[in-house]
């Protein structure tokens, strides 16, 4: 009986490590947030102070955004909405704008949350670190709730390229969902740099949720006089110098393509499901993103809605995974 503690560890660990490696990244049903979470800060562009509340949804609601400011206007997070995009995703419905949707919408699919009512009292989402990590906590806080509705996922059937000059996006046929991106920039510290990840077992959480959003000092006067960043600081955004930068170290070598892939993310989640696909980005930015995704929607011979019914409840979360462990142990 002496080794029963360790017998117990040991076959923890065994199924701890079985789960970790073998779960099965498709959730059978919708799955929405257990409570209310909120935070304040600024957005990156507008430099207006706001408040963001996410709050539970019913099954089949998606997630929409509503203008505490604006009587409770609401805009649901969907590619007819999408307004203007240049350095970041915006939403507008009968002239109510969203801002900057796509780290918060990011954090969504990485964490599996389906539906969720998204309240804000000023145009543009808080910048926060300007990763998606701060959402993520705010939903790990929050707590998932599985819902009863069965998940549908657009499964890509057919691959579809599109090609602006010298960027391109593509989607593939795949059972899951990852995603290769690369990008090209004349920056020491930078260069050429391809991330590919596959968007389970918690890899989202792992690899590409703290990976933070980047500007140039160079760029940074004319930014400014366009009306963008001006809520930036060292606090919310790596910043270049010529041959380096000003607020290190970085979270990753390689966090600036990660930070695309997270934009990526964001940005495909206006597909309004969860896709099974294998997205390849070149230099790419928000604008091919978003044609992406209004080229899929309109084409409805490349992609089918599947369910996975069949399919064991998978935990999602780390925290959930570990619960599963434990409890199975
Ligand atoms: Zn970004």
């Not at 990008?183 to 990840?197: D, M």
């Not at 270049?240 to 970085?250: A, F, K, Q, Y």
Request: aromatic share 6%; charged share 25%.
């Amino acid at each position: 009986m002496a080794f029963l503690p360790q017998t117990v560890l040991l076959l923890r660990g065994v199924i701890y490590s079985f789960i970790r490696t073998y779960t099965i990244p498709f959730l059978p049903r919708e799955q929405t947030v257990r409570s209310a979470v909120e935070c304040v800060g600024i957005g990156l562009h507008s430099g207006a102070p706001v408040s963001l509340r996410i709050l539970p949804a019913s099954p089949g609601t998606g997630i929409v955004f509503r203008r505490t400011d604006l009587e409770g206007f609401e805009i649901e997070a969907v590619s007819r909405n999408v307004a203007r995009v240049s350095y970041a995703t915006s939403l507008m419905k009968k002239g109510v704008l969203i801002s900057t949707t796509e780290h918060l919408l990011s954090a969504f699919i990485g964490t599996g949350i389906d539906n969720a009512v998204v309240e804000l009292d000023n145009l543009e989402l808080p910048i926060l670190d300007g990763s998606a990590r701060p959402f993520v906590e705010m939903i790990q806080k929050a707590g998932v709730r599985k819902q009863r509705r069965p998940r549908k996922y657009l499964k890509i059937c057919r691959e579809l390229e599109l090609r602006d000059g010298n960027k391109f996006i593509a989607v593939y046929p795949a059972d899951s969902y990852s995603v290769s991106y690369s990008i090209n920039f004349p920056h020491p510290l930078i260069g050429k740099e391809t991330f590919r990840v596959e968007l389970s077992n918690g890899s989202y959480l792992r690899n590409i949720a703290a990976a933070r959003t980047f500007g140039s000092r160079q760029d940074e006067r004319a930014m400014r006089d366009m009306g963008l960043i001006r809520g930036a600081s060292r606090e919310n955004c790596i910043v270049l110098t010529r041959d380096g930068i000003e607020n290190g170290p970085l979270r990753f070598a390689d966090e600036f393509v990660r930070h695309k892939v997270l934009d990526l993310v964001g940005d495909l989640a206006l597909l309004g499901k969860q896709i099974l696909g294998n997205v390849v980005a070149d230099r790419a930015g928000h604008a091919m993103h978003t044609a992406l995704v209004s080229r899929i929607l309109r084409d409805k011979t490349l992609w089918e809605e599947v369910t996975h019914p069949e399919r064991e409840e998978a935990p999602y979360l780390e925290g959930d995974r570990q619960t599963a462990a434990r409890s199975s142990a």
